[in-house]
């Protein structure tokens, strides 16, 4: 319990480090940089943070993922496999749209992060998981571009802030989740065990 809400307190801080970008970003309807070209530099800032706060963010569950992976079952697999594939690969093709400003490049960099991101997050637990979790990355990535290169013009820099509110949302509930699946499946390990003791 206390390391799940510890991970938790780390997102939320670390969503913190954004705000202060809110007042300005609530102003920015895609203004061009003072040269007149290109994004603003708040939006530029923002998009290159929330990048490296996502591929930190699923490193770090990769990691913690590989103590988990024989405790969960394939159905478990196969949810947090879609959950973090779906999550991550829509918000990097948010930002990958709004910095590039076109659809194909930021499409294939989004469907190829979310793939890859789907089947290491699933290729522990099964084959099955691993392929859920490729499919969400794909059809993550193209709906995250599309998404990027729609709001170029409007509010980039909020909707970076939005889609990385919607990630730390996402993986907040698939940590609870694991950890509540694996409390469930160790009560379940221990009544098997005390209903059928093994003999010496």
Known sequence: MKASWRRIAGSTI??????????????????????????STL???????????????????????????KQLSPMAGMMASMTVA?????????????????????TVISV???????????QGSSML???????SGLMGGMMGAMLGVMVVGEYPTLS?????LVFVGCMSALY??????????EH????EHSIHPSSL
């Open 112 to 122: 190829v992060f979310g793939m890859a991101v789907g089947y290491l997050a699933g």
């Open 129 to 135: 998981a691993a392929m859920d979790g490729m499919l």
């Open 188 to 191: 379940e390990a221990e009544t």
């Open 14 to 39: 670390a969503l913190m480090v954004l705000l202060p970008a809110l007042p300005a970003a609530a102003h920015d309807h895609g203004q061009v940089a003072a040269d007149g070209t290109g994004l």
């Open 176 to 185: 609870r989740f694991l950890e509540l699946h694996s409390a469930r499946r």
């Open 86 to 106: 779906m999550a991550a690969s829509l918000t990097i093709g948010t930002t990958a749209g709004i910095l590039l400003s076109q659809m194909f490049i930021s």
């Open 160 to 164: 970076i802030l939005f889609m990385d």
């Open 43 to 69: 939006t530029i800032n923002t998009a290159i943070g929330s990048i490296v706060f996502v591929l930190l963010a699923i490193t770090a569950y990769l990691l913690h993922a590989r103590s988990l992976d």
